[in-house]
């Protein structure tokens, strides 16, 4: 191998696991033109950053998110921190010349994520959002056959995403509940995700119509241990208010012509992180439910009469029939959730070898960031607006 890419994480709790995992796995799992170096890993507490970095398997640890994206010794940024710290961390890294993947949402607001898009544009870096549902094989399988026309002219882009872990009205005001953290609920946290996969499937949105509510108004705040927690941690005695949507959903039109219906919850009992696509066309069908996500469902008009019906699409046949699976085990040997990471990081590293950008890229970043922002002036004023 050239040269190994020495890697920086800043934030190491749930998306930092699954990006320690994937960096590891990505090179030993697909042929690479470079090695990867899981070179620093950082937060804010060193008793904990260093737990991390024990269990997650990095060279050094570190407490300074500024010395890692200015370190010689450093060429790519990962940011896994909540999302108010996505813009500042983004541009130091970009004026330090480094390359970026960053999670999603890109920042909070449009401007920020054009900030950071710009300051990226300018440093001349590779920029990465990670939008990590692209990656499921299942889902570059539909974005194959809608590219190949086999669904012919797209009618419709219905797709759900619903969780349940805040139906309980003493679940603490994590900063996932925080509008000056987090830039919006369940909007930017999971409707983005199927905004974007509305976006790689179908095309760009051109006017949308929205709806958030927050059921739950006030919530026990944090108690001092638990501080930045993101999916848990226990409530004080004290009482704060929730800043953000709980549910967010719209219904909107493709510059393609096709409609698009969205929803997005955290109140939905039952549904743990239940992702449901279906996209209708004027030749066929494509169903996906993550649930389920080794498999892709294809009604095919073209079918006799006496045999149509959805087929269902084991989409694990390695040898380049379906995407990604070559780099793991043979057919029917079913891969995950984690998965998606490694094939997200992979999509950087082949990137930076073939001096390319990756997709989703800030660009990918700021048009999800203006179709959120779209919605949210939607339900505010009740009017159609575009992204
Ligand atoms: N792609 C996905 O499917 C997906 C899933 C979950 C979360 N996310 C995104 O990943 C990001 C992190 O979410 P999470 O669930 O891992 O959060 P988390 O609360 O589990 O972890 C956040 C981490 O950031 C660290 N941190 C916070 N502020 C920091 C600072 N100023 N400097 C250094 N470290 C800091 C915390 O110590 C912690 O390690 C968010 O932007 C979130 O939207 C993406």
């Known amino acids: 191998m050239a040269k190994s890419l020495r890697v920086g994480m800043i934030g190491y709790r749930f998306m930092g696991k699954a990006h320690s995992n994937a960096w590891r796995q990505a090179p030993h799992c697909f042929p690479l033109k470079a090695g990867v170096e899981l070179h620093t890993i950082c937060g804010r507490d060193s008793k904990a950053v260093e737990a991390a970095q024990k269990q997650l398997g990095w060279k050094n640890a570190s407490t300074d998110w500024e010395k890692v994206v200015n370190s010689p010794e450093i060429d790519i940024i990962d940011i896994n921190t ?41 440093a001349g870096i590779v920029h990465m959002v990670c939008h990590n549902y692209r990656r499921i094989p299942a889902i570059a399988q539909a974005r194959k056959m809608i590219e190949e026309g086999a669904l012919g002219d797209i009618f419709h882009y219905y797709a759900r995403y619903a969780q349940d872990w805040i139906v309980d009205p003493n679940f603490p005001l994590v900063w996932r509940l925080q509008k000056g953290i987090s830039g919006s609920g369940t909007h930017g946290d999971i409707n983005a995700h199927i905004i974007d996969l509305g976006r790689y499937l179908v095309g760009e949105f051109s006017e949308v119509c929205g709806l958030m509510h927050t059921f739950i108004k006030e919530r026990p705040m944090m108690d001092e241990s638990g501080k930045g927690q993101g999916l848990g941690g226990k409530g004080s005695k004290k009482m704060g208010k929730v800043t953000v949507d709980d549910a967010a959903m719209f219904i909107g039109r493709f510059k393609n012509g096709a409609l698009a219906n969205l929803e997005a919850t955290r109140f939905a009992l039952g549904r743990k992180n239940h992702i449901q696509i279906e996209i209708n066309g004027s030749s066929g069908s494509l169903s996906f439910d993550l649930e389920d996500m080794n498999r892709l469902k294809f009604f095919d008009n073209t079918d006799g009469q006496d045999r149509q019906g959805f087929r269902d699409i084991l989409v694990t046949q390695p040898g380049g029939t379906h995407p990604y699976v070559g780099g793991w085990w043979p057919p029917g040997h079913i891969i995950g959730y984690e998965h998606t990471f490694t094939h997200t990081v992979l999509e950087l590293l082949q990137a930076l070898a073939e001096k390319r950008m990756p997709t989703p890229n800030f660009e990918d970043g700021v048009k999800n960031q203006r179709v959120l922002d779209a919605v949210e002036r939607s339900a505010a004023t009740g009017a159609w607006q575009k992204p």
């Open 82 to 122: 909540p999302n108010d710290s996505h813009a500042p961390i983004a541009i130091a890294a970009a004026k330090a010349g480094k390359h970026v993947l960053c999670e999603k949402p890109l920042a909070l607001t449009v401007e920020q994520c054009q900030q950071m898009l710009d300051a990226a544009k300018k």
